[in-house]
């Protein structure tokens, strides 16, 4: 009996059902209650939420439970997006169209959004067209899988490590988060969600990314960022 299941566990490694990068590497949340998914970057007061637990107390004063955090698309030194964003139908930032340095303006780039009839999705910037069934949006970049094919920028034994968040659209339609638990390049991080048949996936951030999510013991509390994705109940 312990030979067989011996047996079936490297088997399962073998195929790719069980790999480092899932049980070691990679905390990961999939929302399959989309409409419960929001963007947020200053209260109503206009003053920056900075941080998760800033934020999951404004919520909590108002009898909301934050489900689930994560820092959202770069910002500028000021905290302010850089990029398109997009808060509840309003676009508090501009999207950008132009050429720089950084990961931001690595091509193709893209954007993270949820429509009004709450589904999620991502594209690249060139092809997003209408921001005003909008409901929420953020850019960043680089893409990390487009069309179901991994960015070719990225090369797999790049040293270019670091920790790394983005966001993915799952077959089935759900957005999958996912932070790496250590330092990884580009290209293992989007590998992870190609694995999962995202068709398409964005890079969010880098050293600075944490996450909040509970339910897995993962609880980040430092850190400070512009815009912040969250699940709320």
Known sequence: MIK?????????VCF????NSEQDKIVFFEVNQPQKIKMFWKDEKGKLFID???????????????????????????????GLYIENGVEKSAIDTSN???????????????????????????????SKNVKYATQSGPMLVVKG?????FQEKSKNLNIRN??????????????????????EFAKF???????????????VSRMY?????????????????TVVE
């Not at 790719?16 to 790999?19: A, D, E, I, P, R």
């Not at 931001?104 to 991502?122: A, E």
């Not at 999510?213 to 994705?229: A, H, M, S, T, Y």
Request: glycine residues 10%.
């Open 166 to 187: 983005g966001v993915g659209i799952l077959p089935n339609g759900n957005a999958i988060f996912a932070i790496s638990k250590e330092e990884v390049n580009f290209y």
């Open 213 to 229: 999510l509970p339910q897995k013991k993962w609880e980040q509390f430092d850190g400070r960022f512009g815009v912040i994705i």
């Open 52 to 82: 998760f637990l800033q934020l999951k107390n404004n919520l909590e004063s108002k009898k909301y439970k934050l489900v689930f955090a994560m820092n959202g698309g770069m910002f500028k030194k000021d905290f302010s997006p850089q």
């Open 100 to 130: 720089g340095e950084g990961n931001f303006y690595l091509k193709p780039n893209g954007i993270f959004y949820l429509d009004k009839k709450n589904k999620p999705s991502i594209v690249i910037t060139p092809d997003f067209k209408n």
């Open 16 to 19: 790719g059902f069980l790999t």
């Open 193 to 207: 969600f190609k694995d999962r048949g995202c068709k398409e996936a964005l890079y969010l951030d880098g050293f």
């Open 149 to 153: 094919k991994i960015n070719a920028q």
């Open 4 to 12: 067989y299941v011996f047996g079936v566990f490297f088997l399962l």
